[in-house]
């Protein structure tokens, strides 16, 4: 053995070794503390372990089965020792539930959790015996053996929520009602020793007492039975009020899922847009794209951690191919989700998360925008930046348009001192509901290498439109943008031009 082994296994040896007075002089506490919270530990490892829960299962499962032989076997000796093997189960459980309290580290969640059983184990004292019916509490372990059958086994436990959920639940708490109704009306119309036939047609009788609310057969003749039959109406009513609310909320689900159905996944999303980032600015542009059909028809992908139906609080009328990923948009993986490679067009918000100070939230808008451009380098990029110092690092990332809301902002404003009445102007052509707003169209076949003025005639005779800018590339190659070019600007071919168009021109249908 090497001399590190040994030094471990040395290590491991005096670990062991310690006492429990050192170990309760680490912890900074008594001996006698630390001996009583090692015991409290293991008792509580012990009583929650899966072992001794399916124990108490199958202990009340049997218990419930003593309880119905009660009321079929005949007054003797055999009747006796049933009734003696049930009251030691229940003084088992009493010596359960008390060591639970002894270690629960709560007592009030204590008491939450297992109210049900401590008064199902009240027939265990005198007081309680008086009244036959009240033996009957012990039928409400059940619950408790049910929940631990299904927490106990996973694989159970999901299979049931995915083929019953709720319906299940409600037809449990029928069924229990219904044989708590039949054993509390024997009880009370003083029924001994009645054959199985006999207690099938008590079990048939409530049944239909508690689905219709009434009553076949002979009526009850004590008080009791009575107003046993009234509570076990009452319950019926109550459970269907609940069964019709849970099957009306399962069929809204159902026709809010095939109205939200999409016509295809995000994996099958080519050219779309696609959105980093939300806030109040995300409702309005998602109304603008949806206005635009041949960008909402490619689809749409917004990747914000908002818990918010994002679809609803914009309004969109169709939301078929609008998709939403509840994920953190800086991350590589949930970008290549969203489809970045394939995608024409991304627009990164300054998302302003969980109260982030602006630098972070320019900070994550950089760190989108430079995951986006390296997964899919022609992708058309525009980020909103709140500080214009940091739009450098953009720009060496490739990113093609850079927007600052408060220069925006603080622009308009100017004008609207300048130039008052321009705003109505601006917003007119910004919006895509109504009236006039913005297309690039590239350069019509006919009007190449002639002049801007005569290209301004064509579209506007042609179309009814206005040109206001054209793009085109300077002797080295690189794009410029000329808004209100000269009149003799010559036209080539690759150029591009903003167009001012109406809504209904034909000019809508022209966009590449």
């Not at 047609?201 to 039975?225: C, N, R, S």
Request: glycine share 6%; proline share 3%.
């Amino acid at each position: 053995m090497s001399a590190e082994g040994r030094k471990r296994n040395a290590n491991q040896k005096r670990s062991k070794a310690l006492t429990t007075t050192e170990r309760a002089r680490r912890l900074g506490v008594s001996h006698r503390d630390y001996l009583s919270m090692r015991a409290k530990a293991n008792v509580q490892r012990f009583v929650g372990g899966a072992f001794f829960n399916f124990f108490i299962a199958v202990l009340i499962l049997f218990n419930v089965t003593l309880i119905f032989a009660e009321f079929l076997l005949p007054e003797g000796e055999q009747l006796n020792r049933v009734i003696h093997v049930n009251d030691i189960i229940t003084w088992i459980f009493i010596f359960e539930l008390s060591i639970r309290y002894l270690v629960a580290p709560n007592k009030k969640i204590f008491f939450s959790n297992f109210w049900i059983d401590i008064i199902s184990v009240l027939p265990a004292f005198r007081i309680f015996r008086t009244f036959r019916i009240f033996r009957l509490l012990r039928l409400l372990r059940l619950t408790r053996a049910v929940m631990i059958l299904l927490t106990q086994s996973g694989w159970i436990s999901r299979k049931f929520e995915q083929y019953f959920g709720s319906f299940g639940i409600l037809f449990f708490t029928a069924l229990m009602l219904i044989l708590c109704g039949t054993l509390a009306q024997l009880s009370v119309e003083n029924a001994h020793s009645i054959s199985l036939d006999q207690f099938l047609a008590e079990v048939w009788e409530t049944t239909f007492l508690f689905m219709t609310g009434e009553v076949i057969g002979e009526l009850p003749t004590t008080q009791g039975g009575k107003m046993v039959s009234v509570l076990v109406s009452v319950a019926g009513l109550v459970v269907f009020a609940v069964l019709v609310g849970t099957i009306s909320a399962s069929m809204t689900a159902y026709f809010q899922r095939k109205m939200d159905a999409k016509d295809l996944d995000i994996s099958d999303l080519r050219n779309h847009l696609i959105i980093c980032g939300w806030e109040a600015m995300g409702e309005i542009i998602l109304r603008e794209l949806e206005a635009v059909p041949d960008v909402w028809s490619q689809g749409v992908v917004v990747i914000a951690e908002t818990p918010m139906d994002i679809a609803k609080v914009s309004r969109i009328k169709n939301n078929r191919k609008l998709f939403h990923i509840r994920q953190d948009f800086t991350k590589v993986e949930v970008l290549e989700q969203a489809g970045a490679k394939r995608a024409k067009t991304a627009i990164v918000l300054a998302d302003k998360g969980e109260n982030l100070r602006p630098q972070d939230r320019d900070a994550r808008t950089v760190l989108a925008a430079l995951t986006l451009e390296k997964l899919n380098p022609s992708i058309f990029t525009c980020c909103e930046l709140l500080n214009e110092t940091n739009a450098t690092h953009l720009k060496i990332a490739g990113v093609e348009e850079i927007i600052s809301r408060i220069s925006l902002t603080a622009g308009l404003f100017a004008s609207s001192v300048v130039n008052q009445g321009v705003t109505p102007v601006l917003t007119d052509l910004m919006t895509h509901h109504e009236g006039n707003y913005l297309r690039k169209l590239p350069v019509p076949p006919q009007c190449i290498d002639k002049t801007f003025i005569e290209l301004l005639e064509y579209f506007k005779v042609e179309f009814d439109a206005l040109v206001i800018a054209v793009e085109c590339r300077d002797e080295r190659g690189k794009m410029l943008q000329q808004v209100n070019p000269d009149a003799h600007l010559k036209l080539r071919s690759g150029d591009m031009v903003t167009v001012v168009v109406k809504r209904e021109s034909e000019l809508c249908d022209l966009s590449d």
